[in-house]
């Protein structure tokens, strides 16, 4: 699992929350940018590891956003658009775009191109590790540490710890947690999630940590 950062800069609200829905899917953590007049000051707040750019974008133009981010960052930028013409492609190339995808783009392709340029752009960053209030959760070997002392997780509760993780501060609804960790919640006990839970409790207290993962009532778990 890979925690790498990508914004969305797309104007079609439905597009933009399939792309996000899709990257978050597939264990990127994904930001949108809604004011589109202060879109350049978002990317230099959020820091993404990689950028989705749209041409026609309300105000300025994905074109002259991608020449201005050129001047203060190298951060890939994958233009997905659905203006498709070779002189739309040479123009992203000559602005300092990375790949061009057009619309209605395939996305097992664009999922490949973006693994590629950030294997490409980061090829030495260390992901495996995601630390949070004195924890840090090992991705490579499923683990938690605390204090010197570690614990091994299965698949699920590495699942369960890294989609809070990825979301902490925040209030992660039951049915968001199953969605992420089985493909059809249909067949799924719901309290399947709550023995997962409790069993990392169990783990944690084991190495001295309580109270790490809170239950809202009715609303789901935050750390």
Same mark, same amino acid.
């Given at each position: 699992?890979?925690?790498?950062?990508?914004?969305?800069?797309?104007?079609?609200?439905?597009?933009?929350?399939?792309?996000?829905?899709?990257?978050?899917?597939?264990?990127?953590?994904?930001?949108?940018?809604?004011?589109?007049?202060?879109?350049?000051?978002?990317?230099?707040?959020?820091?993404?590891?990689?950028?989705?750019?749209?041409?026609?974008?309300?105000?300025?133009?994905?074109?002259?956003?991608?020449?201005?981010?050129?001047?203060?960052?190298?951060?890939?930028?994958?233009?997905?658009?659905?203006? %498709? !013409?070779?002189?739309?492609?040479?123009?992203?190339?000559? &602005?300092?775009?990375? /790949? =061009?995808? *057009?619309?209605?783009? %395939? !996305?097992?392709?664009?999922?490949?191109?973006?693994?590629? &340029?950030?294997?490409? /752009? =980061?090829? *030495?960053?260390?992901?495996?590790?995601?630390?949070?209030?004195?924890?840090?959760?090992? &991705?490579?070997?499923?683990?938690?540490?605390?204090?010197?002392?570690?614990?091994?997780?299965?698949?699920?509760?590495?699942?369960? &710890?890294?989609?809070?993780?990825?979301?902490?501060?925040?209030?992660?609804?039951?049915?968001?947690?199953?969605?992420?960790?089985?493909?059809?919640?249909?067949?799924?006990?719901?309290?399947?999630?709550?023995?997962?839970?409790?069993?990392?409790?169990?783990?944690?207290?084991?190495?001295?940590?309580?109270?790490?993962?809170?239950?809202?009532?009715?609303?789901?778990?935050?750390?």
């Amino acid at each position: 699992m890979a925690v790498y950062k990508i914004m969305i800069i797309e104007d079609d609200p439905l597009i933009r929350s399939e792309l996000k829905n899709m990257l978050c899917g597939s264990g990127y953590d994904a930001v949108t940018v809604s004011d589109f007049g202060r879109t350049v000051e978002e990317i230099k707040k959020e820091a993404p590891q990689l950028i989705l750019l749209d041409v026609k974008l309300p105000g300025e133009n994905g074109f002259s956003l991608c020449s201005r981010i050129r001047t203060f960052s190298n951060v890939p930028i994958v233009f997905v658009t659905s203006c %498709n !013409t070779d002189m739309d492609e040479l123009n992203s190339i000559m &602005l300092g775009g990375d /790949a =061009y995808i *057009t619309k209605p783009y %395939n !996305t097992a392709i664009l999922l490949a191109k973006i693994a590629s &340029l950030l294997k490409r /752009a =980061y090829p *030495t960053e260390g992901r495996e590790v995601i630390s949070y209030r004195g924890t840090l959760l090992h &991705l490579e070997n499923g683990s938690l540490e605390f204090d010197g002392q570690q614990v091994d997780l299965t698949k699920n509760e590495l699942k369960i &710890l890294y989609y809070l993780y990825k979301n902490a501060g925040r209030i992660c609804s039951r049915s968001d947690l199953i969605d992420f960790l089985w493909d059809n919640r249909l067949y799924v006990d719901d309290n399947a999630l709550s023995v997962n839970v409790n069993r990392i409790r169990e783990k944690m207290a084991g190495i001295g940590l309580t109270d790490f993962i809170k239950t809202k009532h009715r609303q789901g778990y935050m750390i």
